[in-house]
């Protein structure tokens, strides 16, 4: 049976890793992407998300990180930030990941996920989508990292970008990022079911019972940073009780994975 | 156009010599061939013809019978036709079907992403060493394969309905799924692969 | 909060599993130790790798040796059993307890053995303590890191490829299950020791305070260099059948070894981690954090090894563990924290469903050696500025 995901994510700012909260508050450092790549690979986690939050223009900075990771860690990678053009999405693929994220891209230029989608394989291609709540309670995508609103609802562009056949959706709660107070659950129920394509839910694990409830409510991955980087759950922590749960995870007794 | 620059790197991060080539004389030369692809199936059949690669590759694998290894499109390709985008004709080498994953009753989603399990038949010198927990791999793909000779199955995987995972025939063997995103289960196939002898 | 049903493990442990009967990976492990492998065949194993490296350079091998009844006992076997010429390293953590010198002289004369010690500066083990325990309610990376890497330094060093360890992790975790022969490489270094983070982490964490430099003892060797001296890093646990009170036995009657009291355990245990100060803060963390400590542990062990029931286990650890160690003042002094900090950060580490009561906790009773302990305090601040109210800052 297909295995439902357990993915840390990686934000890159200049080379280094960094977290916050709501994408921009407290920004801490969080690590040397390659040797964590290294560490995480050793307690077998199941993918890699590598997103440049400077989304710079050439991507130089993530192509290297990709391609020196790609030497030692042989794992399926996403890799994104920035991403605008078919060249872009070319270098990262050589240099080694395996799918890549498109955000604001998207949203300025839909056609362009499906050009990409013919181009490069409808798997290859995640649309990630950023989102916040307003004060009336209807939820809005935010596009170039997390700084500008716009008028589309997450679930109805979603829709659109499945139409446009990417692979996967990346489903960021921008309020719940680095919070640690739980996933957005009733969000993440209302997209997974609604899409046949999967959806990773993003922002909010504090817990191991978030990361349970997460992929109750359809989640076909979970995306994590703030609980590994500055708690003591550890990736190998979470998937053996989320296996003791019974959830669908990949956990083996051994330490081949 | 994929991610070949993994397969490479895993060899070489078992010690192996692997380069990369579209150059017929180079094929000629190796000792092994690996076909990995990701993408769509039609362009890259179109790729392989335009480049001449097709009859180096028949006469490589099918008269001089290297050992070939064929990942994910590399093992669709081997089909004799698919029906991604249109109909197309694939290296035509095993009597196979390649169709699109389609369940709108289901839930299941399309594509199969992620770490799967598949069921061995028999005990093929390329899954050596791995433990009855370990068959576990990474899939990522829209389109699956299904094999006509019962014989050519090396192992099969279900989503949905029952696909064949890896194929099998004489110096042929090719993964619908991604060794070399599979960790170390992954790798214990590729070092198979790099010392076996059919 | 769920428990295993033949040990006392909680859900908590971490890297923990249960199968269909409740039972825990590690109990299960342990039946494989002892119904499935075939330790005359693993010894003879053990036998042809040592051939391969006797007498061939300046060592034989390599014993990373701290002087607790672990490295005691592998430092006997190699030198009596193995008839091995071992270089020891030891890697000084700051906080061996007198009664380890003592025995450490015991043994070295004894055996007859070469000894390196290492001690790392202070000024930096302070820092990465700090470091560690804000990020991950854990203050032993230094620890860890340093008696993991240094040996494989040592190793390329010396050009002695041959590094010999104790017991397998498999015998109280699942990162490792016995079936598998554990190289003790940087896979595990990554995947059990260093908490998740690298010496290069630490060293962009400490934020200017070290000189990169200073992280070095900590970093664990390149592949290349392990590769080129063809390194094999070993636990004698995967080729001999490890029983720790038989191992306690021999180097007590051996080596005139001897045993002391530790904080938060009871006294028949006086052979358990007598090596370091800080073991009794470093259980009530783990107390805190999973809501279980070392009696909790040791119980486990006289289980499944059928020298205790589980009731008896359960009873005992309730008496035992989670008490406040005395030592705990010796920590937050040479931390320059206090004690509702210390609660503070450590709360924020709790593994659910744990919920730890701090109006529940005793006080444990002091060591007797307690007043032999240096208390040394260094001016120097640790730590990055403090914050407003002049806490300690954290990181979530």
Wanted: charged share 25%; glycine share 8%; proline share 4%.
């Amino acid at each position: 049976m297909l295995r439902k995901r357990i993915i840390p994510k990686f934000l890159l700012q200049g080379g280094r890793l960094v977290k916050g909260v709501r994408f921009h508050e407290n920004l801490r450092e969080a690590g040397n992407p390659i040797t964590t790549a290294k560490v995480y690979d050793s307690y077998g986690v199941d993918e890699l998300i590598f997103l440049d939050i400077q989304a710079t223009d050439s991507q130089g900075t993530m192509v290297d990180i990709i391609e020196r990771v790609s030497r030692e860690v042989f794992m399926p990678f996403t890799a994104g930030g920035g991403v605008r053009t078919h060249e872009d999405i070319n270098r990262l693929l050589r240099a080694g990941a395996d799918k890549i994220s498109i955000n604001t891209a998207a949203v300025e230029r839909p056609s362009f996920v499906k050009e990409a989608a013919t181009s490069f394989g409808d798997q290859c291609i995640t649309v990630a989508i950023d989102y916040r709540c307003r004060p009336d309670g209807s939820l809005r995508v935010w596009t170039h990292g997390g700084r500008r609103e716009t008028e589309l609802e997450p679930l109805e562009w979603a829709l659109r970008m499945q139409e446009a056949n990417c692979g996967e959706i990346l489903l960021t709660s921008i309020d719940r990022d680095g919070t640690m107070e739980g996933y957005d659950l009733e969000t993440i129920s209302r997209v997974a079911h609604a899409l046949h394509i999967p959806v990773i839910a993003s922002s909010g694990a504090g817990s191991l019972d978030d990361c349970a409830d997460a992929f109750e409510a359809g989640a076909s991955a979970i995306a994590i940073g703030s609980l590994f980087f500055f708690t003591d759950h550890s990736p190998i922590k979470v998937r053996s009780a989320l296996k003791s749960r019974g959830h669908n995870v990949r956990a083996s007794l051994s330490s081949r994975n | 156009m994929g991610n070949v620059r993994s397969v490479q790197n895993a060899f070489e991060a078992l010690g192996r010599d692997a380069v990369v080539t579209s150059d017929p004389g180079v094929i000629a030369e190796a000792d092994r061939l690996v076909l990995p692809g990701v993408g769509a199936f039609g362009d890259a059949m179109e790729n392989l013809r335009e480049r001449g690669l097709v009859d180096v590759l028949n006469r490589e694998v099918l008269e001089t019978k290297k050992p070939f290894l064929g990942i994910c499109l590399g093992m669709q390709l081997l089909a004799k036709s698919s029906s991604e985008h249109g109909t197309h004709a694939g290296l035509g080498w095993i009597d196979a079907e390649v169709t699109r994953f389609d369940f709108p009753a289901t839930g299941l989603k399309v594509p199969h992403m992620g770490w799967d399990e598949i069921v061995p038949r028999g005990k093929h010198p390329l899954m050596a060493g791995l433990r009855a927990d370990q068959f576990v791999f990474y899939f990522v793909h829209s389109f699956f394969v299904i094999c006509r000779e019962p014989g050519d199955v090396a192992a099969s995987c279900d989503y949905g309905t029952s696909f064949t995972a890896a194929i099998q025939r004489g110096n042929i063997f090719a993964t619908q799924f991604h060794p070399e995103k599979s960790q170390d289960n992954g790798i214990q196939l590729l070092q198979n692969f790099a010392e076996w002898r059919p | 909060m769920r428990y295993c049903t033949n040990c006392i493990y909680p859900e908590t442990q971490d890297t923990l599993m249960f199968d269909e009967e409740g039972m825990c990976s590690v109990c299960r492990q342990i039946e494989f130790r002892d119904e499935n492998i075939d330790w005359a065949e693993r010894r003879r194993e053990l036998d042809a790798l040592v051939s391969q490296y006797k007498g061939r350079g300046q060592y034989d091998c390599i014993v990373p040796f701290s002087g607790g009844k672990d490295s005691t006992f592998q430092a006997w076997y190699v030198v009596n059993v193995l008839k091995l010429r071992p270089l020891l390293v030891r890697f000084d953590h700051w906080f061996y307890r007198p009664l380890v010198q003592e025995n450490n002289t015991r043994t070295l004369k004894t055996l007859g053995v070469e000894m390196l010690n290492f001690t790392p500066n202070w000024h930096v083990v302070r820092e990465l303590m700090l470091e560690s325990l804000t990020r991950r309610g854990d203050f032993c990376w230094h620890c860890h890191t340093g008696v993991y890497a240094y040996p494989m330094q040592v190793a390329i060093r010396y050009d002695t490829p041959l590094i010999l360890w104790g017991e397998s992790l498999a015998e109280y975790m699942s990162f490792y299950s016995y079936d598998e022969m554990e190289e003790v490489d940087e896979k595990r270094f990554n995947r059990a020791m260093n908490l998740g983070m690298t010496a290069d982490d630490m060293y962009e964490f400490l934020g200017g305070r070290v000189d990169r430099r200073d992280l070095l003892p900590f970093t664990y060797p390149p592949r290349k260099e392990l590769m080129r001296i063809k390194c094999r890093s070993v636990c004698l646990g995967n080729y001999i059948k490890w029983d720790t009170k038989k191992n306690v036995e021999i180097i007590k009657r051996e080596l005139g070894w001897k045993g002391q009291a530790v904080e938060g355990i009871p006294a028949q245990y006086d052979y358990e981690k007598i090596e370091c100060q800080m073991q009794g803060v470093r259980d009530y963390l783990k107390f805190i954090k999973r809501g279980f400590g070392r009696t909790n542990h040791l119980a486990n062990i006289d289980i499944r090894n059928q020298r205790m029931t589980r009731e008896e286990g359960w009873e005992m650890a309730q008496e035992y563990d989670g008490r406040r160690p005395a030592s705990l003042d010796f920590f937050l002094d040479f931390l320059q924290i206090s004690e509702p900090e210390f609660l503070e950060l450590a709360m924020k580490h709790q593994v659910s469903p744990h919920e730890h009561k701090i109006e529940f906790v005793k006080d444990g009773a002091p060591l007797p050696d307690m007043n032999r302990w240096d208390h040394t305090l260094v001016e120097k601040p640790v730590g990055p500025p403090r914050d407003a109210d002049g806490k300690v800052k954290t990181y979530i």
